[in-house]
T-cell receptor
Framework: DAKTTQPTSMDCAEGRAANLPCNHSTISGNEYVYWYRQIHSQGPQYIIHGLKNNETNEMASLIITEDRKSSTLILPHATLRDTAVYYC???????????FGQGTRLTINP | EAGVAQSPRYKIIEKRQSVAFWCNPISGHATLYWYQQILGQGPKLLIQFQNNGVVDDSQLPKDRFSAERLKGVDSTLKIQPAKLEDSAVYLCASSKVGWRETQYFGPGTRLLVL
Protein backbone atom coordinates (compact mmCIF):
# COMPACT_ATOMS: atom_id res chain seq x y z
CA ASP A 1 0.00 0.00 0.00
CA ALA A 2 1.24 3.51 -0.80
CA LYS A 3 2.55 5.42 2.18
CA THR A 4 1.12 8.79 3.20
CA THR A 5 2.83 11.68 5.00
CA GLN A 6 0.82 14.19 7.02
CA PRO A 7 1.83 16.96 9.42
CA THR A 8 1.58 15.84 13.03
CA SER A 9 -0.56 18.77 14.10
CA MET A 10 -2.23 21.93 12.81
CA ASP A 11 -4.22 24.81 14.22
CA CYS A 12 -7.00 26.79 12.59
CA ALA A 13 -9.24 29.64 13.75
CA GLU A 14 -12.95 28.99 14.03
CA GLY A 15 -14.82 30.14 10.94
CA ARG A 16 -11.78 29.93 8.71
CA ALA A 17 -11.04 27.27 6.11
CA ALA A 18 -8.90 24.41 7.39
CA ASN A 19 -6.57 23.00 4.74
CA LEU A 20 -5.02 19.64 5.61
CA PRO A 21 -2.23 18.41 3.32
CA CYS A 22 -1.29 14.84 2.55
CA ASN A 23 1.66 13.58 0.55
CA HIS A 24 1.33 10.24 -1.26
CA SER A 25 4.13 10.39 -3.81
CA THR A 26 4.20 6.62 -4.41
CA ILE A 27 0.49 6.31 -5.20
CA SER A 28 -0.34 4.07 -8.14
CA GLY A 29 -3.02 4.47 -10.76
CA ASN A 30 -5.65 2.26 -9.14
CA GLU A 31 -5.33 3.67 -5.64
CA TYR A 32 -7.91 6.00 -4.14
CA VAL A 33 -7.34 8.75 -1.57
CA TYR A 34 -9.64 8.47 1.46
CA TRP A 35 -10.05 10.79 4.41
CA TYR A 36 -11.41 9.80 7.80
CA ARG A 37 -11.45 11.74 11.04
CA GLN A 38 -11.57 10.66 14.67
CA ILE A 39 -13.03 12.92 17.30
CA HIS A 40 -11.81 12.28 20.83
CA SER A 41 -13.26 9.08 22.38
CA GLN A 42 -15.12 8.18 19.20
CA GLY A 43 -14.49 5.81 16.33
CA PRO A 44 -13.21 7.10 12.97
CA GLN A 45 -15.75 8.74 10.67
CA TYR A 46 -15.66 8.73 6.87
CA ILE A 47 -15.31 12.17 5.27
CA ILE A 48 -14.62 11.89 1.56
CA HIS A 49 -12.65 10.02 -1.08
CA GLY A 50 -11.41 10.53 -4.65
CA LEU A 51 -9.34 9.04 -7.45
CA LYS A 52 -8.28 11.81 -9.81
CA ASN A 53 -10.89 14.54 -9.82
CA ASN A 54 -11.63 17.00 -7.08
CA GLU A 55 -14.57 15.99 -4.92
CA THR A 56 -16.97 17.88 -2.67
CA ASN A 57 -19.66 16.77 -0.26
CA GLU A 58 -21.51 18.28 2.65
CA MET A 59 -18.56 17.83 4.97
CA ALA A 60 -15.51 18.81 2.95
CA SER A 61 -13.73 19.22 -0.36
CA LEU A 62 -10.85 17.09 -1.62
CA ILE A 63 -8.31 18.56 -3.99
CA ILE A 64 -5.96 16.07 -5.69
CA THR A 65 -2.99 17.38 -7.67
CA GLU A 66 -2.76 16.50 -11.33
CA ASP A 67 0.16 14.13 -10.75
CA ARG A 68 -1.81 12.60 -7.82
CA LYS A 69 1.24 12.78 -5.56
CA SER A 70 -0.49 14.93 -2.99
CA SER A 71 -3.92 16.06 -1.90
CA THR A 72 -5.58 18.60 0.39
CA LEU A 73 -8.67 18.19 2.49
CA ILE A 74 -10.55 21.46 2.92
CA LEU A 75 -13.06 22.14 5.69
CA PRO A 76 -14.53 25.42 4.38
CA HIS A 77 -15.79 26.95 7.63
CA ALA A 78 -14.21 25.14 10.54
CA THR A 79 -16.08 24.90 13.83
CA LEU A 80 -14.93 23.78 17.26
CA ARG A 81 -16.56 20.40 16.57
CA ASP A 82 -14.08 19.82 13.74
CA THR A 83 -11.28 19.39 16.29
CA ALA A 84 -10.12 15.82 15.63
CA VAL A 85 -7.37 13.63 14.20
CA TYR A 86 -7.62 13.51 10.40
CA TYR A 87 -6.34 10.46 8.55
CA CYS A 88 -5.35 10.43 4.89
CA UNK A 89 -5.45 6.86 3.55
CA UNK A 90 -4.41 5.48 0.18
CA UNK A 91 -6.57 2.50 -0.65
CA UNK A 92 -6.11 0.17 -3.61
CA UNK A 93 -9.15 -0.48 -5.76
CA UNK A 94 -10.81 -3.62 -4.47
CA UNK A 95 -9.16 -3.49 -1.05
CA UNK A 96 -11.66 -3.48 1.78
CA UNK A 97 -9.36 -2.87 4.71
CA UNK A 98 -8.23 0.60 5.73
CA UNK A 99 -4.57 1.15 6.62
CA PHE A 100 -4.32 4.13 8.95
CA GLY A 101 -1.20 6.21 9.57
CA GLN A 102 -0.79 8.55 12.51
CA GLY A 103 -2.86 11.36 11.01
CA THR A 104 -2.93 15.10 11.66
CA ARG A 105 -4.28 16.43 14.93
CA LEU A 106 -6.33 19.48 13.94
CA THR A 107 -7.26 21.95 16.66
CA ILE A 108 -9.86 24.60 15.94
CA ASN A 109 -9.38 27.63 18.17
CA PRO A 110 -12.16 30.05 19.15
CA GLU B 1 -30.54 4.35 11.89
CA ALA B 2 -28.73 2.81 14.86
CA GLY B 3 -24.95 2.80 14.65
CA VAL B 4 -22.43 0.13 15.53
CA ALA B 5 -22.80 -0.85 19.18
CA GLN B 6 -19.95 -2.04 21.34
CA SER B 7 -19.69 -3.14 24.95
CA PRO B 8 -18.27 -2.71 27.42
CA ARG B 9 -16.96 0.82 26.86
CA TYR B 10 -14.17 0.39 29.39
CA LYS B 11 -12.42 -2.59 30.91
CA ILE B 12 -9.55 -2.90 33.37
CA ILE B 13 -7.95 -6.29 33.93
CA GLU B 14 -4.69 -7.71 35.23
CA LYS B 15 -2.18 -9.35 32.93
CA ARG B 16 -2.80 -13.02 32.24
CA GLN B 17 -6.54 -12.57 32.73
CA SER B 18 -8.97 -13.05 29.86
CA VAL B 19 -11.40 -10.49 28.42
CA ALA B 20 -14.09 -10.40 25.77
CA PHE B 21 -15.56 -7.58 23.74
CA TRP B 22 -18.89 -7.57 21.96
CA CYS B 23 -19.98 -5.81 18.76
CA ASN B 24 -23.37 -5.44 17.13
CA PRO B 25 -23.05 -4.07 13.59
CA ILE B 26 -25.48 -1.89 11.68
CA SER B 27 -28.45 -3.91 10.50
CA GLY B 28 -27.88 -5.33 7.02
CA HIS B 29 -24.11 -4.95 7.10
CA ALA B 30 -22.54 -8.26 6.14
CA THR B 31 -18.94 -7.15 6.62
CA LEU B 32 -17.52 -6.66 10.11
CA TYR B 33 -14.07 -5.51 11.16
CA TRP B 34 -12.13 -5.43 14.42
CA TYR B 35 -9.35 -2.85 14.74
CA GLN B 36 -6.85 -2.27 17.53
CA GLN B 37 -5.80 1.31 18.27
CA ILE B 38 -2.81 1.82 20.56
CA LEU B 39 -2.52 5.26 22.14
CA GLY B 40 -1.09 7.79 19.71
CA GLN B 41 -1.42 5.53 16.67
CA GLY B 42 -3.99 4.97 13.98
CA PRO B 43 -6.26 1.91 14.10
CA LYS B 44 -4.82 -1.40 12.85
CA LEU B 45 -7.02 -4.11 11.36
CA LEU B 46 -7.06 -7.34 13.38
CA ILE B 47 -9.72 -9.34 11.56
CA GLN B 48 -12.40 -8.96 8.89
CA PHE B 49 -15.52 -11.10 8.56
CA GLN B 50 -17.98 -11.37 5.72
CA ASN B 51 -21.14 -12.89 7.11
CA ASN B 52 -19.73 -15.55 9.46
CA GLY B 53 -16.59 -16.29 7.42
CA VAL B 54 -13.12 -14.84 8.01
CA VAL B 55 -11.80 -12.78 5.08
CA ASP B 56 -8.55 -11.49 6.61
CA ASP B 57 -6.97 -12.36 9.95
CA SER B 58 -3.36 -11.90 8.95
CA GLN B 59 -2.71 -9.32 11.70
CA LEU B 60 -4.48 -11.19 14.50
CA PRO B 61 -2.11 -12.59 17.16
CA LYS B 62 -3.68 -16.00 17.09
CA ASP B 63 -1.82 -17.35 20.10
CA ARG B 64 -3.91 -15.12 22.37
CA PHE B 65 -6.62 -13.42 20.31
CA SER B 66 -9.70 -15.08 18.90
CA ALA B 67 -12.84 -13.77 17.27
CA GLU B 68 -16.08 -15.23 16.11
CA ARG B 69 -19.20 -14.10 14.36
CA LEU B 70 -21.80 -16.74 14.87
CA LYS B 71 -24.93 -16.38 12.73
CA GLY B 72 -23.25 -13.60 10.76
CA VAL B 73 -24.46 -10.74 12.95
CA ASP B 74 -22.92 -10.03 16.37
CA SER B 75 -19.25 -10.65 16.97
CA THR B 76 -17.01 -11.21 19.96
CA LEU B 77 -13.28 -10.62 20.24
CA LYS B 78 -11.43 -12.42 23.04
CA ILE B 79 -7.98 -12.04 24.49
CA GLN B 80 -6.63 -14.90 26.58
CA PRO B 81 -4.27 -14.35 28.35
CA ALA B 82 -3.88 -10.58 28.18
CA LYS B 83 -0.49 -8.86 28.14
CA LEU B 84 0.41 -5.31 29.11
CA GLU B 85 0.91 -4.40 25.45
CA ASP B 86 -2.73 -5.27 24.70
CA SER B 87 -3.79 -2.03 26.38
CA ALA B 88 -5.57 -0.20 23.57
CA VAL B 89 -8.94 0.78 22.18
CA TYR B 90 -10.68 -2.02 20.29
CA LEU B 91 -12.86 -0.67 17.51
CA CYS B 92 -15.53 -2.54 15.64
CA ALA B 93 -16.67 -1.38 12.21
CA SER B 94 -19.22 -2.66 9.73
CA SER B 95 -20.12 -2.09 6.11
CA LYS B 96 -22.23 -3.47 3.31
CA VAL B 97 -20.50 -5.94 1.00
CA GLY B 98 -18.15 -4.37 -1.52
CA TRP B 99 -14.91 -2.47 -1.27
CA ARG B 100 -16.56 0.85 -2.15
CA GLU B 101 -18.88 0.67 0.82
CA THR B 102 -18.24 3.05 3.71
CA GLN B 103 -17.04 1.54 6.97
CA TYR B 104 -18.95 2.77 10.01
CA PHE B 105 -17.15 2.56 13.33
CA GLY B 106 -18.44 2.00 16.82
CA PRO B 107 -17.23 4.02 19.83
CA GLY B 108 -14.71 1.36 20.83
CA THR B 109 -13.82 -0.48 24.02
CA ARG B 110 -10.92 0.98 25.99
CA LEU B 111 -8.88 -1.81 27.58
CA LEU B 112 -6.27 -1.26 30.28
CA VAL B 113 -4.11 -4.21 31.27
CA LEU B 114 -2.30 -3.79 34.60
Amino acid sequence: DAKTTQPTSMDCAEGRAANLPCNHSTISGNEYVYWYRQIHSQGPQYIIHGLKNNETNEMASLIITEDRKSSTLILPHATLRDTAVYYCIVRPQGAQKLVFGQGTRLTINP
Amino acid sequence: EAGVAQSPRYKIIEKRQSVAFWCNPISGHATLYWYQQILGQGPKLLIQFQNNGVVDDSQLPKDRFSAERLKGVDSTLKIQPAKLEDSAVYLCASSKVGWRETQYFGPGTRLLVL
